[in-house]
């Protein structure tokens, strides 16, 4: 797992990943695969060349920013591809989890009222969260 954030690196290792850290070349090896969460365009490059040959980077976000020039030779020879995602629907969210359950995938959660939406927000963009947020909406509310 490559990411900026230190707490994130540190829940990635706590929760068995092989690899975390903050930089592409620190990798120990060449990647099969990669999901690029992050709507910036200019990590796009980076990633590519952590693949090995055929592996695949799919752009998870539902926005990117520009990508800057790619180099067909450090990027995309060898077979890499680069893919978009546009949505999920329901059944690839059944299917996704379904796959997380037989894979042992112990999910980490801070539950947060709906009045406190916005401060869940706030703790997702300054990385003060451990997990994924999840909104508990009390009997009547909506």
């Not at 055929?54 to 752009?59: H, P, T, W």
């Not at 060898?78 to 546009?86: K, N, P």
Request: net charge negative.
């Amino acid at each position: 797992m490559v990411t900026r954030g230190e707490n994130h690196i540190r829940q990635a290792r706590e929760l068995g990943a092989a690899w975390a850290g903050s930089d592409f070349r620190d990798l120990p090896g060449k990647a099969d695969g990669a999901v690029l969460f992050a709507p910036s365009g200019k990590l796009v490059p980076p990633t590519l060349e952590a693949l090995d040959r055929g592996g695949a980077c799919s752009i998870a976000g539902i926005h990117l920013s520009d990508v800057p020039s790619l180099d067909y030779g450090r990027h995309l020879y060898q077979e890499r591809e680069l893919r978009s995602v546009t949505a999920n629907t329901r059944e690839d969210v059944r299917a996704l989890l379904a796959e997380a359950g037989e894979a042992h995938v112990q999910p980490r959660t801070t539950a947060y009222a709906l009045a406190d939406a916005n401060r869940a927000l706030r703790d997702m963009k300054h990385s003060n969260i451990e997990g994924t947020p999840v909104l508990v909406i009390a009997a009547g509310e909506s």
